[in-house]
């Protein structure tokens, strides 16, 4: 891949790193200075712990996805980025654009959903 679309993916996928941790830290200071605690009502304390089941759901999803930044980054630096791990082709940059943490080309992530859409 040329220098330049190396440079613009690494600098989406910074981008979107920096926010993702700046939306992590924001949870643990809300969740550690949270000052309800424990509330009165039995209604009121069963919706703050599903909002904070939710909350944390959320972030989980964020931390699968802040290691496949790092991965992607790591990538970058070795010159495999834009390499589908299946079947060594490039991807395309449309699917980069839209995807640009995905390890796969669209045809071979076709072809795994199609296996695993047949197994269960």
Known sequence: MEEDRLKYFGDIL????????EEAGKTVTGMTTDGRGSLPDPTD???????????LRMRDRERKLISKINDALKKIEDGTFGICEHCGE???DKRLQAR????Y??????????QEKSKG
Do not use: G
């Not at 910074?14 to 941790?21: A, G, M």
């Not at 640009?100 to 390890?103: A, D, F, H, L, R």
């Not at 080309?105 to 199609?114: T, Y």
């Open 90 to 92: 490039e991807i395309t």
């Open 105 to 114: 080309c669209i045809d071979c992530k076709k072809e795994m959903e199609a």
């Open 45 to 55: 304390q069963a919706s703050l712990e599903s909002d904070r089941n939710f909350l």
């Open 14 to 21: 910074n981008k979107r790193l920096h926010t993702l941790l």
């Open 100 to 103: 640009p943490v995905t390890e």
